[in-house]
């Protein structure tokens, strides 16, 4: 008998690490390595391959341990969204190949929360050191490419006599067709760093400093605003006090408009800004010409490229034309529930992505949705961090 017991013993401590092992490599596919999301060397970003080898190990983790999958209210939004876009785009007839990418951005979010969830707080602590060292050297490495092969087609262009420049260290990205993109998953990868430098007391000085220089050098105005912006919100997200909070809000409102105020002469003859204006106007023009069917359902996914002429450079609006008043509202409803079932502090991401994505936009994005799973997790599950965990 007592040797049974031994025996049995030893097969579920077997069973266990077998287990934890399974998510800790899916944690580590669905979310460490997520930086690793190259448009331009390969004709199939690593993220989706990473995203399909995950699959095994999700299911294997399902079936070994019969895993209930919790926190179904939040998945409900999360489902319903993803399940309506799917359903629609595939009934309006949106090139599946361009759409594939959004689907899956979508799906990291609840298997990296399946993962994290399932594991030792010891082992999510790894993923998540890995994930901030492997972000920093990619992004180095892409920042070097990027101004060592400057785009020719701008040369004419030199510093202090055209603002123009810049477009010369835009374009040459090997993750990103442009350098939006790239301050987009740098805005994401510094305010998770942000958040988890408060959520376990440590402060981060190297990391922080490395990646405002890199959203600096990637010359992405909508990222240097939504930098601003996120740090100037931080300590009112952060804060406990709602008298804080508001006043927070004022001050922020006070300052951009004040800001918009002095710097509107100087950017009056802004390109990129010109761009945007432009872009509401066609929008304004689209509305008046589109059936009701289109403006309710969109026009589907990458096909306001062959509408406009170029794809807007705005993520609501590209959504709002290409998935209809319907696809917006849904998306925005999956934003909402996260945040109402994860807390305030989920907005420490949620609210530089809405302002750097008004004036850039990529539809592939699984870091972003990765790092709302981990932390909705982490806010869900682990209010403190233990300093034996870290």
């Not at 341990?65 to 179904?72: A, D, F, G, K, V």
């Not at 490419?145 to 420049?165: A, C, K, S």
């Not at 007391?201 to 959203?215: D, H, V």
């Not at 300590?235 to 001050?251: E, G, Q, Y």
Request: proline fraction near 3%.
């Amino acid at each position: 008998m007592y040797r049974s017991n031994i025996i049995r013993e030893d097969k579920e401590r077997d069973s266990n690490i077998k287990l934890g092992t399974i998510h800790l490599i899916g944690l580590y596919l669905s979310f460490g390595l997520t930086s690793f999301n190259t448009h331009q060397l390969f004709i199939v970003p690593p993220t989706i391959l990473f995203f399909i080898l995950s699959l095994p190990f999700f299911v294997l983790a399902v079936i070994k341990n019969s895993l209930l999958i919790e926190h179904y209210k939040t998945y409900s939004f999360l489902v319903a969204a993803f399940l309506y876009l799917m359903l629609t785009q595939l009934a309006i007839g949106a090139p599946f190949a361009r759409s594939v990418g959004f689907y899956i951005s979508i799906l990291y979010f609840p298997l990296t929360a399946f993962f994290a969830k399932h594991l030792s707080l010891k082992s999510i602590v790894s993923v998540i050191n890995f994930f901030i060292r492997s972000s920093i050297l990619i992004f180095i490495f892409e920042l070097i490419f990027r101004i060592t092969n400057p785009d020719l087609t701008y040369e004419q262009f030199n510093f202090g006599q055209d603002v123009r420049w810049i477009y010369k260290y835009k374009f040459s990205s090997i993750l990103y067709a442009d350098s939006n993109g790239t301050g987009i998953h740098l805005v994401i990868v510094f305010f998770f760093i942000l958040y988890w430098s408060s959520k376990i007391k440590k402060r981060f000085r190297i990391e922080k400093l490395i990646i405002l220089l890199l959203i600096f050098l990637s010359f992405s105005r909508a990222s240097w605003a939504a930098t601003f912006l996120g740090i100037f919100f931080f300590p009112t997200i952060n804060s406990n006090n709602n008298l804080n909070k508001l006043l927070f809000v004022c001050a922020a409102f006070f300052i951009v408009s004040l800001s918009l105020i002095v710097v509107s002469p100087v950017l009056s003859n802004d390109l990129s800004l010109i761009s945007k204006i432009g872009l509401i106007d066609k929008l304004n023009t689209y509305i008046e010409d589109a059936t009701i069917m289109d403006i309710i359902f969109g026009i589907g996914f990458s096909n306001s490229l062959s509408l406009l002429g170029y794809y807007p450079h705005s993520y609501f609006i590209v959504l709002l034309m290409e998935s209809g008043i319907l696809g917006l509202f849904f998306m925005l409803t999956m934003f909402l529930g996260i945040f109402l079932n994860a807390g305030s502090r989920i907005l420490i991401i949620l609210i530089p992505f809405f302002v750097v994505t008004l004036s850039a936009t990529i539809t592939f994005m699984p870091f972003f949705y990765a790092v709302l799973g981990i932390i909705f997790i982490l806010e869900t599950n682990y209010r403190q961090i233990p300093k034996s965990s870290l």
